[in-house]
């Protein structure tokens, strides 16, 4: 069946510029056949009131917490909630439990993702055998099992001469690094920024945990010609050492979420877990500097991070609850609202590193809208604001710090490979 969305519009990738077009799919190949005024006959019209047509979201770093941790999250809750942010394709997290370090346990991600019917999931598999830190997985296989990409997300490989050799084979599989950089001999057990943590009575994460761990990767990176991709950059000496390595010629790319372009730790003013995160949320230079990175092109890619916990557990307090906040479905929104909207940043570049730039790192589908790519779009309304209401979430997280905060921007209708995978209002997965 051909399906033309009429009235919507579109973003053209060289200008910059929005216009008005109608895109026509097929859904049974899955494929967009044209984009244009004209598009002749379809079997169905859906008629848009000035949506914006985006190329479906994709986004290289979330938590679905399945197997495992599945009262924090289930693949299709995850997954769920990903389509209505707008997004067709997302790679998860391997700190599930069992952590993914088998190619079983890839494939049965895959399997069990595509059986709920919403956002693709690619997994990204362990470094190290259970996320220790010494063993290294067999890469290959991981990669023939349908693994994007290698990472010990959650606290990062910490020994030098391992994160060599995981490098050295990771070149060889053709698979990128994806790293959690904390050197934890720094970090120690700190909770949040040092300046909040005397505020708030509990222990500090010292912010060079990170770049001084980014510093030693960029090495090795330069040594062995790996794909180096840097999770969640929060400070400013972290932008300043991935600028440098781009400019040496080391294969670097690195991503910033929402909650570090938009959030410092002055926000902190009292013992709510909702505000700990791992990077932790940092000081105003560093979100100005991320900020810098982003519209240079020096952090590649946006990626939320999205990490669901219990209410039980985000109940704990600062010094004792996990890291992690929800994103997904609120991210292109907040930025939307918050960084495109007053003009800081182009929605050009927005929707660019939430879509074509970051399949490019994996070598992901979608991610642009022409004739012959895949039918997945995001349709998103841009003149309807709202409060966000975590209880309104498809995800089971509903840790966020923006509850309360209103934009607009909300994905009214998500579609992949020409089938619709989310709409407005639809109910919820449990
Ligand atoms: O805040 C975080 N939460 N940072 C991480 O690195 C891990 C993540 C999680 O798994 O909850
Ligand atoms: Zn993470």
């Known amino acids: 069946m051909k399906v033309r969305l009429e009235g919507g519009r579109l973003l053209d990738p060289r200008s910059g510029e929005l216009f008005e077009a109608n895109v026509a799919y097929d859904d049974v190949t899955g494929l967009i056949v044209a984009v244009g005024n004209d598009l002749g006959e379809a079997d169905e019209v859906v008629t848009l009131n000035g949506e914006l047509v985006l190329p479906g979201f994709v986004d290289l770093h979330v938590h679905l917490r399945d197997p495992g941790f599945t009262a924090k999250e289930t ?60 063993e290294l997985t067999d890469f290959e296989a991981l990669k ?21 050799e995981a490098m050295e084979r990771a070149k060889a599989a053709l698979l990128p690094v994806v790293i959690h950089s904390e050197d934890e001999t720094l970090s120690l057990d700190g909770v949040i920024h040092p300046d909040a943590a005397k505020r708030i009575g509990v222990k500090g994460l010292l912010p060079e945990s990170e770049a001084a761990m980014i510093a030693r990767d960029i ?16 400070t400013e000496q972290s932008v300043a050492l991935i600028r440098w390595a781009k400019a040496r010629g080391v294969r670097i790319t690195a991503e910033v979420t929402p909650h570090h372009l ?9 013992d709510d877990a909702v505000f700990k995160v791992n990077p932790p949320l940092q000081g105003e230079r560093d979100r100005h500097a991320c900020l810098e990175g982003f519209l240079d092109g020096t952090l590649d890619i946006i990626a939320t991070d999205h990490a669901p916990h219990t209410r039980e557990e985000k ?41 074509r730039r970051p399949t490019e790192l994996f070598g992901l589908p ?21 409060r966000i209401d975590p209880e309104l979430f498809y995800s089971k997280g509903r840790n966020t710090p923006f509850a309360n905060w209103h934009a607009a921007g909300w994905t009214v209708r998500t579609i992949l490979r020409g089938r619709q995978i989310f709409e407005q209002g639809e109910e919820r997965y449990e």
């Open 219 to 234: 090495l090795l990176a330069e040594r062995t010609g790996a794909h180096l991709h840097v999770c969640h950059v929060s």
């Open 144 to 164: 023939a099992a349908g693994a994007v990409a290698l990472s010990d997300d959650g606290k990062g490989v910490q020994h030098g001469a391992r994160m060599l």
């Open 75 to 134: 693949l299709a809750t995850g997954l769920q909630a990903a389509a209505a942010g707008g997004f067709t394709q997302v790679a998860c997290m391997p700190n599930t439990n069992p952590p993914t370090d088998q190619p079983a346990i890839v494939r049965d991600i895959i399997a069990r993702g595509r059986d709920a019917k919403k956002a693709d999931v690619h997994p990204i598999a362990c470094i190290t055998v259970g996320q220790a830190g010494n």
């Open 366 to 386: 979608g991610g642009i809208i022409r004739p012959g790519a895949p039918a997945d779009l995001a349709i998103v309304r841009t003149d309807e604001e709202r």
């Open 262 to 270: 938009l959030l410092t730790e002055s926000i902190i003013t009292h």
């Open 315 to 355: 109940s704990r307090g600062i010094a004792k609850a996990p890291f992690g906040m929800v994103g997904i479905e609120t991210v292109f929104p907040l930025l939307y609202t918050y960084l495109v909207a007053p003009g800081v940043v182009p929605l050009n570049r927005l929707v660019d590193a939430m879509t």
